[in-house]
């Protein structure tokens, strides 16, 4: 006899998504597995809450339920608050402007039954926040490895194995495990699934991508979004490194390394030039310091090169580059400032 299948409940943390969050809901109903509920976490200032309440009178068979949320925006505080509530076996987190495929939910509740499986999750498709170059050039720098590194849940294609891997995003889990580790860390304001999912292997439970699971991510629009954006990253990316040191990637590292290095040359350079300037050692920092950047600047033109070839999108060659550095370099400046003023 064949054991019960699991019931759904889908979380979704939401604050002013009231252009995106009825195409979640479509793409929700339209899913070839059957859904408990949809708990929706609002805390929103704008008619997101309107758009909802019209959805669920225009779709009575979707069974969609609102908890308000008033705290301040924080999305762990809304995750652990909307699986609170939720009644299901299985969480699936979902984002209020993601776009899951129609299989997402079902092929992510089958992998949660491999054998030590704690969290499951999917390979997002990373598409542009806005029909312009700039926006365009955005998405295709965080879906390629110079500003992806080795996240497989950005450049992971639809035909690749399942694999093991440090994190993905959002995430499939029993509610058992969430109890079971305290949920989601409400300290962390970014980066918390990172750490629900270091604290799920450190449990002995596996962290599985399969990159079957597909649901597309909306990149920010703007070189400005996606400062703040990586900023916001590599700051929480330290933070959390304070209680989990050993859970550092490589990934994580070269930014920050890369950015302290090149700052402390450009001192160097700057503090020979003005209180030693006959030295010797001015030139060759000189020299060092223009060679990095030289360098630098050639592998971001000729990866922007490659990917402007193979898609036939030349107008996104003047932004490629620029969008690969704001990324390594807000990444890196977010992390290194949290370190040096001790998280505050």
Not at 176 to 203: C, H, I, K, Q
Not at 269 to 289: K, M
Request: charged share 15%; aromatic share 8%.
């Amino acid at each position: 006899m064949s054991a019960a299948r699991p019931s759904i409940s889908i979380v979704i943390p939401c604050r002013n998504e009231a252009r995106h969050i009825g195409g979640l809901l479509d793409a929700i109903r339209q899913q070839d597995t059957a859904i408990l509920e949809v708990v929706i976490v609002d805390n929103s200032t704008d008619d997101t809450r309107s758009v909802i309440n019209g959805y669920r009178t225009d779709h009575p068979g979707l069974p969609v339920r609102v908890v308000p949320y008033d705290g301040p925006a924080s999305i762990p505080a809304a995750v652990n608050l909307g699986v609170r509530h939720a009644t299901g076996d299985v969480i699936v987190r979902l984002d209020g402007h993601s776009m899951p495929d129609r299989r997402y939910v079902g092929l992510a509740v089958a992998a949660l039954e491999l054998e030590g499986a704690g969290v499951v999750g999917g390979v997002w498709e990373i598409a542009p926040g806005a029909p312009t170059a700039v926006a365009h050039a955005i998405a295709s720098a965080a879906a390629h490895p110079v500003g992806a590194g080795d996240a497989a849940y950005r450049i992971a294609h639809a035909g690749a194995e399942r694999q093991d891997v440090d994190t993905v995003p959002f995430g499939c889990y029993r509610k058992t495990l969430w109890t079971e580790l305290g949920g989601l860390n409400e300290e962390l304001l970014s980066n918390e699934d990172y750490e629900f999912n270091y604290r799920t292997r450190a449990s002995g439970r596996r962290v599985i991508l399969d990159p079957g699971i597909r649901s597309t991510y909306y990149a920010r629009a703007s070189l400005g979004g996606l400062t703040q954006q990586y900023f916001r990253y590599g700051w929480w990316k330290a933070q959390m490194l304070r209680s989990h040191p050993e859970s550092l990637r490589w990934r994580q590292a070269v930014p920050a390394a890369f950015v302290a290095g090149l700052s402390a040359l450009a001192a160097c350079v700057a503090a020979l030039a003005v209180f030693a300037p006959a030295s010797l050692l001015l030139p060759l920092a000189g020299l060092a310091l223009v060679a990095i950047l030289a360098l630098y600047v050639a592998a971001l033109v000729a990866a922007s090169l490659q990917i402007c070839a193979r898609r036939r999108a030349w107008r996104m060659l003047p932004f490629l580059p620029v969008a690969f550095a704001t990324i390594h370099f807000a990444w890196g400046s977010g992390a290194l400032v949290n370190l040096l003023t001790g998280g505050r």
